[in-house]
């Protein structure tokens, strides 16, 4: 059976292509600046190297449509026909309270999603698009979402209220929902694993830290807190993102500088975090080179980046009343052995001892990281979203052929 994940957002569509026999992924890539005539398609074929090609894509139908052809292209192609893809999935950011799992796509779970827009204006209706795109070009595939916000319905209402008046939980859903959660579940799941340790005797944090970057607590298997809320702009300094301020500070600057609620959502979630602080470098790498480069900015973005990071970890100890396995994953927390030395050294009180030689090498891969007498055990995980979509695509679309996993993996028509 052959899966197609797609991560779309308001201007680019990400896709990944598995064979589910083997969980090998058979194509990859994406398009860039939908709904502008530059757009660029770049594909890569397992093994073979990449195509790219700029045109005109003025929407999200016309960008699955080019992902379906360039999969099927006799040159570029690694499929012979549409009829190959046999169920597709996609990431969807928001499902609220409505969803604890991953779901087959039907009018009521559209509906659901769309009425969600106003807690994940950036990301769902990009995904909504991206669910119709694929119904118009491909009828028949059966599709499921996974949500990001699912795997954290677990966390109580001690964790994910908010101390304000009921009416915004009751009428309108203002609560902690949390994020990443597709990540966060599976390095914890991977750690579990390679530790050879049932997950439901272990307490592990673990650290999404990419451009949007969260942190979570999980406990016996379950996310017991995470630090993004109602919206992915809570908890830790990302990006371009605040992460927490004090909320005053919000109709201080509307007043202040005569902000509108747009401007001043823009400026929290895209001038703000390390490209505020270092003077207009929102990336990590850039930071980092600033930074040996005596930039003091720079510098000062990076410590209130770790700093922030260690607090959360610090709290979510004190909410699990220890832990045991420490992970990081995404784009900063998988590549810079900088932030993991500099956050791992202020945890000694812990017990926990990094292994300086394991945690600067380099090469990816799952790897621990902590010294063998550590109290603590730190892993290194890299995230595979796409994979954990793919395989709940798998299993819903293998459940509603009434088949079973062995099955399933065998369909190819
Ligand atoms: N070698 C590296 N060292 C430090 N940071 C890195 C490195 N490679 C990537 N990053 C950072 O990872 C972040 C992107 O992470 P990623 O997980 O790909 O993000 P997203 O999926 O949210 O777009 C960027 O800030 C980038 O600078
Ligand atoms: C939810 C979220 O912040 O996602 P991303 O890190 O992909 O922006
Ligand atoms: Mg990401």
Not at 62 to 79: F, M, S
Not at 95 to 105: D, N, P, R
Not at 134 to 153: G, I, K, R, S
Not at 178 to 202: D, N, W
Request: include cysteine.
């Amino acid at each position: 059976m052959n899966i197609l994940v797609i991560n779309a957002g308001s201007s680019s569509l990400k896709y990944q292509l598995f064979d589910m026999i083997t969980e090998s992924v058979l194509a990859k890539g994406k398009v860039e600046r939908i709904g502008m005539e530059t757009a660029m398609l770049s594909h890569e074929p397992a093994g073979r190297s990449e195509f790219r090609e700029v045109s005109e894509i003025w929407d999200h139908t016309t960008a699955i449509r080019k992902v379906l052809r360039v999969l099927i292209d006799p040159k570029e192609g690694v499929l012979t026909s549409m009829e190959d893809v046999h169920a597709v999935g996609h990431r969807v950011v928001h499902g609220g309270e409505s969803f604890s799992g991953s779901v087959l796509v039907d009018e009521r779970v559209k509906a659901e999603i769309r009425r969600l827009f106003d807690l994940a204006p950036l990301h769902n209706p990009g995904a909504l698009t991206g669910i119709l795109a694929v119904e118009a070009n491909l009828p028949h595939v059966p599709q499921v979402v996974v949500f990001d916000t699912a795997f954290h319905q677990t966390m109580p209402p001690v964790a994910f209220r908010y101390a304000i008046p009921n009416v915004f939980y009751k009428k309108h859903g203002v609560r902690r929902y949390g994020f990443h959660g597709t990540s966060h579940q599976y390095v914890s799941q991977r750690a579990a694993e390679l530790s050879g340790k049932p997950i439901e005797t272990m307490k592990l944090i673990t650290c999404h830290i990419g451009n949007g970057a969260s942190v979570t607590a999980i406990k016996h298997g379950q996310s017991v807190d995470t630090s993004m809320g109602m919206t992915p702009l809570e908890g830790l300094m990302m990006g371009t993102r605040s992460g927490d301020i004090d909320p005053a500070i919000v109709p201080f600057a509307m007043d202040k500088e005569d902000l509108s609620v747009n401007e001043v959502n823009s400026m929290l979630n895209k001038h703000s975090g390390l490209f505020a602080v270092s003077g207009g470098l929102g990336d990590m790498r850039e930071v980092l080179e600033a930074m040996k480069e005596g930039d003091r900015n720079a510098r000062l973005a990076f410590d209130m980046y770790e700093y922030r990071l260690r607090k959360y970890i610090g709290a979510y100890a004190a909410a699990m009343n220890g832990f045991d396995t420490l992970i990081f994953t995404a784009g900063v927390g998988e590549n810079s052995a900088l932030l993991r030395e500099v956050i791992c050294s202020q945890l000694s009180y812990l017990g926990l001892t990094l292994d300086t030689e394991a945690n600067e090498r380099k090469g990816g891969g799952d790897r621990k990281i902590s010294s063998p007498d550590s109290k603590v055990d730190v892993w290194v995980i890299p995230t595979n979203e796409e994979l954990v979509i793919a395989r709940d695509t798998f299993r819903e679309a293998a459940r509603i052929r009434g088949l079973s996993d062995e099955e399933a993996g065998a369909v190819t028509c």
